[in-house]
């Protein structure tokens, strides 16, 4: 299977960034998933993507996510949460979760999506300042473990016969 389900400590970091940074996520319904292949955007490694579920998955998730299903889903690279620091695993949880927005006027499902300020958020500019290029080097490491996966499968193997 290409999804599983997360550790059970990212939904400790998760409950910790709510409770600092989005309160408006207080009654929100995420599914956090770890994605076991290699998620690209734009070119680019994406370790992680948060995303409005469709019609049908929030209709086949009432019964975990009681009333109308999820209101997002959230997927994590495998390799990130298998290899890289927590806080690094924080960082990519914090951004991801920026694009989330809390619509009160919307009667229907107020949970939107918003897009970045720039190519971030000022507002994680400010809070990775200690690291500013985290995101850079963690992709490379995550792009790497992938590129070596893909060097290793493609080698002859070596038989003794």
């Known amino acids: 299977m290409k999804y599983e ?6 939904d400790k970091i998760y409950e910790k960034l709510k409770g600092q940074h989005f309160p408006h996520l207080v009654n929100a319904k995420i599914l956090f998933l770890v994605n076991k292949k290699k998620m690209v955007q734009k070119g680019n490694i994406a370790l992680g993507k948060i995303m409005k ?5 929030r209709f086949l998730s009432k019964d975990e996510a009681p ?3 999820y209101d997002y889903i959230m997927l994590l690279d495998g390799k ?7 806080a690094d695993i924080e960082r990519v949880l914090r951004h991801e979760l920026r694009h989330t927005f809390f619509d009160s006027d919307s009667s229907t499902n107020p949970y939107k999506l918003v897009d970045h300020d720039f190519s971030d958020f000022y507002t994680e500019v400010e809070l990775n300042k200690d690291d500013p290029t ?3 080097r963690v992709s ?3 792009s790497l473990m992938y590129d070596q996966e893909k060097d290793q499968k493609n080698a002859p193997s070596k038989s003794p016969f």
């Not at 389900?5 to 990212?10: A, G, K, N, R, T």
């Not at 990130?80 to 927590?86: D, I, K, Q, T, V």
């Open 5 to 10: 389900h997360v550790p059970e400590y990212i």
């Open 53 to 57: 579920p469709s019609e049908l998955i």
């Open 80 to 86: 990130l949460l298998a290899h890289c620091e927590e």
């Open 140 to 142: 490379q490491s995550v």
């Open 134 to 136: 985290w995101a850079q």
């Open 67 to 69: 009333e109308d299903g």
